[in-house]
């Protein structure tokens, strides 16, 4: 079982697909363990895009995450960092396919709704980054075996 952090990014809270882009991982089978609204602080959002720090677009990319609140969440599951990434599709909204989260709902790059780790070792800094472990609240769904 891995955990990642997935987090609705400003434009997702502001058009209101909250709602509808946690349904999309529920409807994957993946179990939810923990969710918040957030306003991002402007170190909060330099540490958690520190892979990004002196690209062209890092000012840009910090300045986005903290222009309004953002839905942080800590999911788990089996290869959820590699099927979440599927889920939400590619980075680019020209390569994000049509039943994918960007596919289906972002029209331009920077807005591209959600954000999820892609890698073990991030999704355990990303989730120290936005939450207390107390907050973390794993339990057992009935039905798991079925998934
Ligand atoms: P995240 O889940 O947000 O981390 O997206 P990602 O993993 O699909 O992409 P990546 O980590 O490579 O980039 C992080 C974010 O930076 C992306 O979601 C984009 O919003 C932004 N970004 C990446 N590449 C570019 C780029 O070339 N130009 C601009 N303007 N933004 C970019
Ligand atoms: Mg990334």
Not at 29 to 46: D, N, P, R, S
Not at 82 to 106: C, H, N, Q, Y
Request: negative net charge; glycine residues 10%; proline residues 5%.
């Amino acid at each position: 079982m891995e955990r990642t952090f997935l987090m609705v990014k400003p434009d997702g809270v502001q058009r209101g697909l909250v709602g509808r882009i946690i349904g999309r991982f529920e409807d994957k089978g993946f179990g939810l363990i923990a969710g918040k609204l957030v306003q991002v602080t402007e170190a909060q959002a330099k540490r958690h895009y520190a892979e990004h720090e002196g690209k062209p677009f890092f000012d840009e990319l910090v300045g986005f995450i903290t222009s309004g609140p953002v839905f942080a969440m800590v999911w788990e599951g089996d290869d959820i960092i590699t099927l979440s990434r599927m889920v939400i599709g590619k980075t680019k909204v020209t390569e994000a396919l049509p039943g994918t989260i960007r596919g289906d709902f972002a029209a331009h790059t920077p807005f591209n709704l959600i954000h999820g780790s892609d890698g073990v070792e991030s999704a355990e800094r990303e989730i120290a980054n936005f939450f207390a472990p107390q907050e973390l609240v794993p339990y057992t769904r009935s039905v798991s075996s079925w998934i």
